[in-house]
């Protein structure tokens, strides 16, 4: 079945540091991606997504590329603020009949001033 | 901006009562979930639901799990008789249901069921 996988948490980086989180996942077909934040005492929010094989999302100074060759989707950006801690989710949705969004596990992130 | 709505944004509850978290999707979104979040652990799929049936459902949405859309623009999840197990953040999100297309997620209800 699909399955996501996510760099373990968590991580704590300075502010204006460079951010990389790395998703990794399986899945039959040519699956949407997702990167979900949820800020501290909120729900979910999409952050960015990409929908087929070398298109990059970005939003908010963050961006991913869908590469198909190393089935990843890895989180970046260049320059990290306080207000990015959070809980970041990779994502996919199949496009194989479903509709549910299968999660990685979540990465905690900190920033640190 | 349209957004999803969920209510209330925190349940405290009895084990063993039941539950009904409540959720005003997108309004011309036609396909609607339920998903719960364990403190500390992954957001996890319960339950999708389309043309006025469950379309799918993971192995967590047992019989104690049940979902309606009432009135045609609330969705309505029920856990008929609560366990502490059950005490997490339940998200409802809505779709149009298109390849591609993502789903929208409400804030959340936290329950606590004690």
């Not at chain 1, 934040?37 to 990409?50: H, N």
């Not at chain 1, 190393?70 to 603020?81: A, R």
Request: aromatic fraction near 14%.
């Amino acid at each position: 079945g699909d399955s996501v996988t996510q760099m373990e948490g968590p991580v704590t980086l300075s502010e204006e540091a460079f951010l990389t989180i790395n998703c990794t996942y399986t899945a039959t077909g040519y699956p949407s991606l997702f990167w979900y934040v949820q800020y501290p005492g909120e729900g979910l929010q999409l952050l960015l997504k990409a929908t087929k094989a070398d298109d990059k999302g970005s939003n908010k100074g963050f961006e991913a590329t869908y590469r198909k060759e190393t089935t990843s989707f890895h989180l970046e950006k260049g320059s990290v603020q306080v207000s990015d801690s959070a809980v970041y989710f990779c994502a996919l949705l199949s496009n194989f009949g479903n509709e549910k969004l299968t999660f990685g596990t979540g990465t905690r992130l900190t920033i640190i001033p | 901006e349209p957004e999803v709505t969920q209510t209330p944004s925190h349940q405290v509850t009895q084990m063993g009562q039941e539950v009904i978290l409540r959720c005003v999707p997108i309004s011309n979104h036609l396909y609607f979930y339920w998903y719960r979040q364990i403190l500390g652990q992954k957001v996890e799929f319960l339950v999708s639901f389309y043309n006025n049936e469950i379309s799918e459902k993971s192995e967590i949405f047992d019989d104690q799990f049940s979902v309606e859309r009432p009135d045609g623009s609330n969705f309505t999840l029920k856990i008929r008789s609560t366990k502490l197990e059950d005490s997490a953040m339940y998200f409802c999100a809505s779709g149009e249901g298109q390849v591609y297309t993502e789903a929208f997620f409400g804030q959340g209800t936290r329950l606590t069921v004690v």
